[in-house]
């Protein structure tokens, strides 16, 4: 039987709670381009913190995604929220 410990959203306001007192969290999602219709497998973060949000100016899917920053590497990257599978060695699913 598998077993989930968090509820995505519950991940995304922890998150946040993180990033706001200046820690980091961990992270796995699987990737997918929406503009290349295709996934480049799961994504590892070991250090992150989440990034100002687009604007739906910017990005027409803003709502359903994340923006971060991997504090190793300083590179931004973005995932869609749907597509998160793990954080802070939490395995997540969604409700």
Same mark, same amino acid.
């Given at each position: +039987?598998?077993?989930?410990? +968090?509820?995505?959203?519950?991940?995304?306001?922890?998150?946040?709670a993180k990033s706001e007192n200046g820690e980091t969290f961990t992270l796995a999602f699987m990737s997918y381009s929406y503009e290349r219709n295709k996934s480049e497998g799961i994504v590892k973060i070991e250090h992150a913190k989440l990034r100002k949000q687009s604007s739906k100016e910017d990005n027409r899917f803003a709502d359903y995604m994340l923006n971060l920053?991997? +504090?190793?590497?300083?590179?931004?990257?973005?995932?869609?929220?749907?597509?998160?599978?793990?954080?802070?060695?939490?395995?997540?699913?969604?409700?």
């Open positions: +039987m598998y077993f989930c410990d +968090m509820d995505i959203y519950e991940a995304i306001r922890k998150m946040k920053i991997d +504090m190793d590497t300083l590179e931004y990257r973005s995932c869609w929220q749907l597509l998160l599978m793990e954080f802070d060695g939490n395995e997540l699913e969604l409700n």
